[in-house]
């Protein structure tokens, strides 16, 4: 899933979308009125967020809303925290080292 979930969100117009969605669950024409390309494009986007994991839909009378999963973020938040420790050693290391000089 964290594979899926970090090319989805490599697509700039995907983030976007997953902006737009953050605020307020949206429909494909919402979604769609906000850039320059189909709403066919649009969908195929949003099918892809959520196969993904990062977003969700549901059906409101006639229209489908689609709403961001914020629990399919985790993954991605978990491949970024790999990379704290080591960067918070290094800056441990520098100050340290800059102490030293004074």
């Known amino acids: ?9 490599a697509d700039p117009t995907r983030r976007r979308i997953l902006q737009l969605v953050q605020r307020e669950p949206s429909s494909v024409g919402d ?3 906000h850039f320059d390309t ?9 099918t892809l967020l959520r196969n993904a994991g990062l977003l969700e839909f549901r059906k409101v009378g006639t229209r489908h ?16 925290e790999e990379f704290w420790p080591e ?8 100050a340290e080292a800059g102490k030293k000089g004074s």
Do not use: N, W
């Open 1 to 9: 899933m964290r594979e899926s979930a970090l090319k989805a969100v």
């Open 31 to 33: 979604i769609a009125r």
């Open 38 to 46: 189909t709403q066919q494009a649009i969908s195929q986007h949003l």
């Open 65 to 80: 809303l689609y709403a961001v999963r914020t629990d399919g973020f985790e993954p991605i938040a978990a491949f970024l």
């Open 87 to 94: 960067r918070l050693q290094q800056l441990k290391a520098a």
